[in-house]
């Protein structure tokens, strides 16, 4: 980032960061509804066992899905109409871009020195050559943009186990491990400390805008039981993160149909 943008978004350490990271989980919560060692055991376990709380999960889904469809989602259309593809490319490229610092941070907790490097190397690069990350000039030097990691992640390589599925209202989907990992995450963003409070805010809202349009034509492949299909998607997801990819695919396995509960 340029000594400009610097001065424009004024990251500090200090402020008022306990209300923003209140208006980032309240803001955050819409789009959740749309956002180890190998822990072969918590893959192995039944839908059944990863979702023991699944009464109450249905019904936080049940609200959260009804907030997605009355605010966000009108939200995320309208930002596809408007915006040009360059623009939406752009801004999805800043954000990813920013991520990269909570990337590092957890490569280096779970001892990944080659993906630490990478991804320093593609925020040095892209935050400088591309403009504060709004051109991916790293991908074309061969640094190539990874899946992402979260302290969830890290506390899951250092044996934590997952607990259960979990559906927060406005946060949607987590599991017990993935919820108190949030915090860090939250504070490892580098939007957490622009100021003022508002323009951090306004920064959080247009991510999760961009991030629910991208879901948009996601939407169609939904079928059946729209709770089990997410969950699925969602706990499979999980796993072939925290493995770094190798899990076992029984996406199959689940039956999407309507199902009494």
């Known amino acids: 980032m340029t000594k400009s943008g610097l001065e424009k978004y004024k990251f500090t350490g200090s402020g008022n960061w306990v209300k923003k990271v209140i208006c980032f989980l309240l803001i ?4 959740g509804c749309a956002s180890n060692p ?13 979702d023991k709380f699944e009464g109450f999960n249905r019904a936080m889904f049940a609200f959260n899905d009804t907030m997605d ?3 966000l989602k009108p939200v995320a259309k309208g930002y596809v109409y408007i915006a040009p593809e360059p623009v939406e490319i752009g801004v999805k490229n800043f954000f990813s871009n920013l991520g ?3 990337n590092v941070f957890n490569d280096v907790l779970q001892w990944k020195w080659k993906a630490a490097g990478v991804d320093t190397g593609r925020f040095l690069i892209n935050s400088t050559v591309g403009i ?4 991916d000039v790293a991908q074309h030097m061969g640094l190539e943009e990874n899946d992402g990691e979260d302290f969830g992640q890290t506390l899951a390589k250092w044996g934590v ?3 259960s599925y979990l559906v927060l209202p406005f946060l ?3 599991t017990i491990r993935d919820g108190f990992g949030k915090p860090i995450d939250i504070f490892t963003n580098p939007v957490t400390y622009v100021e003022p409070s508002n323009t951090a805010v306004g920064l959080t809202a247009t991510d999760l805008v961009q991030t ?3 879901l948009l034509d996601v939407e169609d492949l939904i079928q059946g039981d729209k709770y089990i299909m997410i969950r699925s998607v969602f706990l499979q997801r999980r796993d072939f993160l925290n493995n770094d990819g190798v899990v076992e695919d029984d996406f199959g396995d689940e039956d999407f149909e309507d199902e009494d509960f």
Do not use: S
């Open 28 to 31: 955050g919560t819409l789009v």
């Open 132 to 135: 504060l990350g709004f051109f």
């Open 38 to 50: 190998k822990n072969d055991g918590d893959q192995n376990l039944t839908r059944h066992e990863r």
């Open 69 to 71: 469809r009355w605010v």
């Open 100 to 102: 990269e610092i909570t």
């Open 172 to 174: 949607g989907p987590t």
């Open 212 to 214: 629910r349009a991208q």
């Open 161 to 163: 186990g997952e607990g």
